[in-house]
């Protein structure tokens, strides 16, 4: 696991207003982040807008950015599945059509569609079920007002032509990964002594880290494009019930720079509960 990983995993999970150098500090002790690691972490994230800082003094104070908010509002979005109850079986179609030499822009707008659980049907046409809660329009607002994309809602004209969407999300090979990750957290309850706070707090981000990897595979589909023993749901209880554990398991150590409030938070709604207010 990256130390920037870790790090950015601790600031979502631990969410407060800001955290002093000290606070970070102390945090990322048990993963042996030395001052100066932690401190070209922390340049690098504020390089790139994940991180903001006040300084105070010679004191210096980190808080999460905008873009850093969205980044972790796409996490939650792994561990809640949409309500398909009225899907109606239309789809979310998106064309992008750019010149050869626009690799980069390509790269990044793929990347993007496929945070958002798109999948490419053909070269340059990407699908999703439409489903008007997921509030795509507001989340791609940037990528589908590219005048190189046109957004379509559509429905198939045959059930044949659905035969092969599962196809399309690697259904089966995340599933199989899905039973492997299951499989390790299962193990994790001997392979760490969770009466340590400091180890049980390493237990919790390392999993984490994984999990979340894992979770963002998963295409949240009907379920009519899922196999019966589809494990999407089974994995993220099995995390959870981790993650409830550790945390609680770890409080005697990373309490030390919270709040009695804040620890309360931190207990009771960790962050894949937890959705992000963003400034507008």
């Known amino acids: 696991m990256k130390e920037s990983d870790i790090l950015f995993g601790l600031l979502i999970s631990f969410y407060k207003k800001e955290f002093s150098f000290s606070d970070l500090t102390w945090l990322t002790a048990p993963f042996n982040i030395s001052e100066t690691s932690l401190r070209t972490n922390l340049s690098r994230m504020i390089g790139n807008k994940i991180l903001s800082v006040r300084k105070e003094g010679k004191k210096a104070f980190y808080s999460l950015t905008n873009k850093s908010k969205r980044i972790s509002s796409n996490v939650v979005l792994s561990f809640h599945k949409p309500n398909w109850s009225n899907w109606d079986n239309d789809w979310w179609g998106i064309s992008i059509s750019l010149p050869k030499n626009s690799s980069s822009q390509r790269y990044y707008i793929n990347k993007k569609l496929v945070s958002y659980r798109f999948a490419a049907l053909h070269p340059g046409f ?19 007002r590219n005048r190189n994309t046109k957004v379509i809602v559509f429905k198939f004209s045959s059930e044949e032509d659905l035969l092969n969407i599962p196809a399309l999300w690697n259904i089966k090979e995340i599933n199989l990964e899905y039973k492997a990750c299951i499989d390790y957290i299962t193990m994790c309850y001997d392979d760490y002594n969770l009466e340590n ?16 990897k894992q979770l963002f595979k998963d295409p949240l589909l009907p379920e009519i494009f899922l196999p019966d023993d589809w494990l999407g749901d089974s994995l993220r209880t099995a995390f959870k019930k981790w993650d409830s554990l550790t945390t609680l398991k770890s409080k005697l150590y990373w309490k030390q720079i919270f709040s009695d ?10 962050y894949y509960g937890r959705k992000h207010q963003l400034a507008m």
Do not use: D
Not at 126 to 144: A, G, Q, V
Not at 198 to 205: D, F, I, P, S, T
Not at 261 to 270: M, P, R
């Open 197 to 212: 706070p400091q180890e049980a707090l390493v237990g919790k981000m390392t999993i984490g880290n994984i999990v979340v």
């Open 126 to 144: 990407w699908i999703r079920p439409f489903n008007k809660n997921e509030e795509i329009e507001r989340r791609l607002i940037n990528t589908i």
């Open 261 to 270: 409030k804040e620890s309360s938070t931190i207990i009771n709604q960790n």
